[in-house]
Structure formats: structure tokens, C-alpha cells
């Protein structure tokens, strides 16, 4: 019975998503403390910050941003188009929901 129970929860999982295997997080410190929003290129793909998503690191320089991947367009390129450079290829992210997690609201629970 066990076997089963992680079975289903093991496929629940690749469906809803695991947030640890498919919504990785990214901190202030990560992305190297950006001041400014903007497209910015990291050894994962280029992530697009904001200008409230930098507002709140600098409120909360702890939070954890979930980084969604956006999806690479399908469409065929033509031969007629210059061939992309290497970075074109990189995934690209923006940031999503936040999670706070210090040292501080730890104790006050």
C-alpha cells in the first residue's frame, strides 16, 4: 500500500508541478543584487526584473522569488532570417510569488 501512496503522489507531482524540481527560487544575493530592472543574463537563461520586484528585496533583501520559465515560442524560423547567436537560445524567466524566510520570523514563531 505504501508503494501505491507514493506512486499516485509521485504523479500528482508531474502534473501539478513539483515546486522543487520545476519552480526553482532565486534570492537578492543570487541575482547579484540588482538596482535597476532589467533583462539580465545568468548562467541559467536571462531573467527579466522588475521594478515592484526590487522593490520588495529591497523591503525584504531575504525573499525568494520563484522563477517561471516563459515559453519559447514555436513557430519555425525561415531561412531567410540571420541565424540566432548563441544566447538566443537561453531560456528566459521573470519573477513570480515570493516566499520570506529569515531569521527573524523564524524566532517569533
Known amino acids: 500500500m505504501q508503494i501505491v501512496a507514493e506512486g499516485v503522489r509521485g504523479v500528482i507531482d508531474k502534473i501539478a508541478g513539483s515546486p522543487e524540481t520545476t519552480r526553482p527560487k532565486i534570492t537578492w544575493q543570487k541575482a547579484g543584487r540588482v538596482t535597476e530592472p532589467g533583462r ?3 548562467t541559467f537563461g536571462w531573467l527579466t ?3 515592484d520586484d ?7 533583501p531575504e ?4 522563477m517561471l520559465r516563459i515559453p519559447k515560442p ?7 532570417e540571420a541565424p540566432e547567436d548563441a ?14 524566510s529569515t531569521a527573524s520570523d523564524e524566532n517569533r514563531t
Open 74 to 80: 514555436s513557430t519555425p524560423k525561415s531561412s531567410d
Open 63 to 66: 525573499a525568494r522569488f520563484t
Open 54 to 60: 526590487i522593490a520588495v528585496w529591497r523591503r525584504y
Open 87 to 100: 544566447l538566443g537560445d537561453a531560456d528566459e524567466y521573470h519573477l513570480g510569488t515570493f516566499e520570506l
Open 40 to 42: 539580465y543574463m545568468f
Open 49 to 51: 526584473v522588475t521594478a
